[in-house]
């Protein structure tokens, strides 16, 4: 289960917002974003950074389908 702020990452890198957009959205540091995507990753046990971006563009395309 992700927390709130990492659902907000996962769902802005599901909508193609670069890292250091993300960072000046939520008012945090590109390290800290980059700290919430390995979060991510580890909790839903995805290898790599595409495997994140993938996962995270069919979440937000099943939300918008809702």
Do not use: N, P
Request: no cysteine; aromatic share 4%.
């Amino acid at each position: 289960v992700l927390s709130d702020r990492e659902l907000e990452v996962f769902e802005l890198t599901g909508r193609g917002v670069a890292t250091r957009e993300i960072a000046e959205r939520l008012h945090l540091s590109v390290k800290t974003v980059e700290s919430y995507r390995a979060r991510i990753k580890d909790k839903l046990s995805l290898k790599s950074a595409a495997e994140l971006m993938q996962r995270a563009v069919q979440w937000v395309e099943s939300e918008s389908a809702e």
